[in-house]
């Protein structure tokens, strides 16, 4: 609908008056915008549009502060949900964040670095149960997330990184030995790779 134009100073006879639907379409065509603020009509926009309006919106102001004064209906649809993020994706997030994060490198994660690994898990395990449930008799990569061995060594560098004595062994060329507990779960991620995981 082509915007109407009434000259400054045109009197609008009473057949002449726009509802105030109109003045809204009309304004919308004008570039200017009509809105409520603390019960008060204002009009936001160039002078010329807003002249122009002028003597339309006093006509009808009742009723446009009425119109505006109505709910505005809350959409029927809603935006699709997002990908659900990947096993990939999920660890390089967690990766990032663990190497550049001095809390998570001494074992005990800081609530940003538990959000993300507990992404990383969920990710891992929904993708281990669609692979199982698509293609049973398939056998795992052996560098697939859900291998033993991956988890093995996570456990192991988690503990290593913040071990004094696993560090000092790594650096000493094996001439120093592990500590106990490093140990135990170096040769824990040593068996799970045996049993064929890794090459």
Same mark, same amino acid.
């Given at each position: 609908?082509? *915007? ?16 105030? #639907?109109?003045?809204?379409? $009309?304004? !919308? %065509? /004008? ?8 019960g008060e009509l204002h009009a ?14 006093? %006509?009808?102001?009742? !009723?446009?502060?009425?119109? /505006? ?28 964040? =663990?190497? *550049? ?6 074992? %005990?994660k800081c609530p940003k670095g !538990?959000?993300?690994?507990?992404? =990383? ?16 008799? $398939?056998?795992? #990569? ?15 560098? %988690? ?9 000092? =062994? ?18 824990? =991620?040593? !068996? ?8």
């Amino acid at each position: 609908m082509a *915007a109407l134009a009434y000259p400054l100073g045109h009197k609008i006879k009473k057949d002449d008056a726009l509802t105030a #639907s109109q003045v809204l379409a $009309k304004a !919308q %065509a /004008l570039g200017v915008k009509l809105a409520l603020s603390d019960g008060e009509l204002h009009a936001v926009g160039c002078r010329a549009g807003i002249a122009q309006l002028a003597q339309d919106i006093r %006509a009808c102001k009742p !009723q446009l502060v009425q119109l /505006l004064s109505k709910p505005v209906p809350a959409p029927d649809w809603a935006p699709p949900p997002a990908p659900a993020q990947t096993w990939r994706d999920a660890d390089h997030a967690d990766q990032s964040h =663990y190497w *550049a994060c001095k809390q998570c490198r001494t074992g %005990a994660k800081c609530p940003k670095g !538990q959000r993300l690994s507990d992404a =990383y898990i969920e990710a891992a395990s929904r993708e281990r149960f669609i692979a199982a449930k698509t293609d049973p008799a $398939k056998p795992l #990569s052996k560098f697939h997330v859900a291998q033993p061995w991956n988890e093995a060594d996570k456990t192991y560098q %988690a503990h290593h990184w913040s071990c004094d004595a696993c560090k000092a =062994y790594a650096r000493s060329n094996g001439h120093s030995q592990r500590c106990t507990e490093g140990q135990q779960l170096h040769s824990a =991620y040593e !068996q799970a790779a045996t049993k064929g995981a890794t090459p």
